[in-house]
Nanobody, 120 residues
Framework: QVQLVESGGGLVQAGGSLRLSCAAS????????MGWYRQTQGQERDFVAS???????NVNGALEDRFTISRDNAKSTLYLQMNNLKPEDTAVYYC??????????????WGQGTQVTVSS
Protein backbone atom coordinates (compact mmCIF):
# COMPACT_ATOMS: atom_id res chain seq x y z
CA GLN A 1 0.00 0.00 0.00
CA VAL A 2 1.43 3.35 -1.07
CA GLN A 3 0.34 6.66 0.36
CA LEU A 4 1.27 10.32 0.29
CA VAL A 5 0.94 12.27 3.51
CA GLU A 6 1.11 16.06 3.57
CA SER A 7 2.04 18.17 6.56
CA GLY A 8 2.98 21.73 7.36
CA GLY A 9 -0.26 23.52 6.65
CA GLY A 10 -1.87 25.89 9.11
CA LEU A 11 -2.87 29.45 9.86
CA VAL A 12 -0.43 32.24 9.09
CA GLN A 13 -0.63 36.00 8.81
CA ALA A 14 -0.18 37.72 5.49
CA GLY A 15 3.50 38.12 4.73
CA GLY A 16 4.41 34.98 6.62
CA SER A 17 5.87 31.71 5.40
CA LEU A 18 4.99 28.04 5.49
CA ARG A 19 6.78 24.94 4.32
CA LEU A 20 4.64 22.05 3.20
CA SER A 21 5.95 18.50 3.12
CA CYS A 22 4.62 15.44 1.34
CA ALA A 23 6.09 12.09 2.30
CA ALA A 24 5.57 8.98 0.21
CA SER A 25 5.53 5.70 2.07
CA UNK A 26 4.80 2.04 1.48
CA UNK A 27 6.12 -0.41 -1.07
CA UNK A 28 7.62 2.13 -3.44
CA UNK A 29 9.39 0.95 -6.56
CA UNK A 30 10.01 4.26 -8.31
CA UNK A 31 8.81 7.85 -7.99
CA UNK A 32 8.59 10.07 -11.04
CA UNK A 33 7.32 13.59 -11.25
CA MET A 34 5.90 15.11 -8.07
CA GLY A 35 3.98 18.31 -7.54
CA TRP A 36 1.39 20.43 -5.82
CA TYR A 37 -2.09 21.63 -6.67
CA ARG A 38 -4.38 23.78 -4.58
CA GLN A 39 -8.12 24.07 -4.37
CA THR A 40 -10.52 26.57 -2.86
CA GLN A 41 -14.10 25.68 -2.07
CA GLY A 42 -16.23 25.32 -5.15
CA GLN A 43 -13.30 25.70 -7.51
CA GLU A 44 -11.24 23.29 -9.56
CA ARG A 45 -7.75 22.35 -8.47
CA ASP A 46 -5.15 24.77 -9.74
CA PHE A 47 -1.58 23.86 -10.61
CA VAL A 48 1.01 25.22 -8.21
CA ALA A 49 4.29 23.54 -9.04
CA SER A 50 5.93 20.32 -10.16
CA UNK A 51 9.42 18.85 -10.13
CA UNK A 52 10.92 16.00 -12.07
CA UNK A 53 13.28 13.30 -10.87
CA UNK A 54 16.31 15.38 -11.79
CA UNK A 55 15.10 18.24 -9.62
CA UNK A 56 14.00 20.50 -12.45
CA UNK A 57 11.17 22.67 -11.12
CA ASN A 58 8.17 24.09 -12.90
CA VAL A 59 6.27 26.70 -10.90
CA ASN A 60 3.07 28.49 -11.79
CA GLY A 61 4.25 31.80 -13.23
CA ALA A 62 2.00 33.76 -10.90
CA LEU A 63 3.66 32.15 -7.88
CA GLU A 64 7.30 31.63 -8.85
CA ASP A 65 8.55 34.73 -7.07
CA ARG A 66 7.19 33.45 -3.75
CA PHE A 67 6.95 29.63 -3.98
CA THR A 68 9.80 27.14 -4.29
CA ILE A 69 9.43 23.43 -4.89
CA SER A 70 12.06 20.86 -3.99
CA ARG A 71 12.36 17.15 -3.30
CA ASP A 72 14.56 14.78 -1.35
CA ASN A 73 14.66 11.56 -3.34
CA ALA A 74 16.42 9.68 -0.54
CA LYS A 75 13.52 10.47 1.77
CA SER A 76 10.80 10.19 -0.90
CA THR A 77 9.63 13.60 0.24
CA LEU A 78 8.41 16.66 -1.61
CA TYR A 79 8.48 20.20 -0.26
CA LEU A 80 6.84 23.50 -1.04
CA GLN A 81 8.32 26.62 0.52
CA MET A 82 5.81 29.44 0.46
CA ASN A 83 6.96 32.95 1.32
CA ASN A 84 5.21 36.30 1.56
CA LEU A 85 1.87 34.55 1.76
CA LYS A 86 -1.27 36.39 0.78
CA PRO A 87 -4.92 35.83 1.73
CA GLU A 88 -5.58 34.61 -1.82
CA ASP A 89 -3.17 31.73 -1.17
CA THR A 90 -5.72 30.29 1.23
CA ALA A 91 -6.65 26.83 -0.06
CA VAL A 92 -6.29 23.13 0.49
CA TYR A 93 -2.95 22.07 -0.93
CA TYR A 94 -2.64 18.61 -2.46
CA CYS A 95 0.52 16.82 -3.42
CA UNK A 96 0.71 14.21 -6.13
CA UNK A 97 3.30 11.79 -7.44
CA UNK A 98 3.69 9.60 -10.45
CA UNK A 99 4.70 6.41 -8.74
CA UNK A 100 5.28 2.72 -9.42
CA UNK A 101 4.72 0.45 -6.42
CA UNK A 102 6.92 -2.61 -6.06
CA UNK A 103 5.52 -5.21 -8.43
CA UNK A 104 2.95 -2.75 -9.74
CA UNK A 105 2.34 -0.31 -12.56
CA UNK A 106 2.84 3.45 -12.82
CA UNK A 107 -0.06 5.52 -11.58
CA UNK A 108 -0.80 8.93 -10.13
CA UNK A 109 -1.19 9.12 -6.38
CA TRP A 110 -2.62 12.01 -4.35
CA GLY A 111 -2.31 13.07 -0.76
CA GLN A 112 -5.29 13.88 1.44
CA GLY A 113 -4.63 17.61 1.37
CA THR A 114 -3.47 20.12 3.93
CA GLN A 115 -5.26 23.37 4.72
CA VAL A 116 -3.40 26.65 4.39
CA THR A 117 -5.16 29.73 5.72
CA VAL A 118 -3.66 33.19 5.37
CA SER A 119 -5.22 35.94 7.44
CA SER A 120 -5.07 39.58 6.44
Amino acid sequence: QVQLVESGGGLVQAGGSLRLSCAASGSIGEIGQMGWYRQTQGQERDFVASINTAGMPNVNGALEDRFTISRDNAKSTLYLQMNNLKPEDTAVYYCYAGLRPVGGNWDNYWGQGTQVTVSS
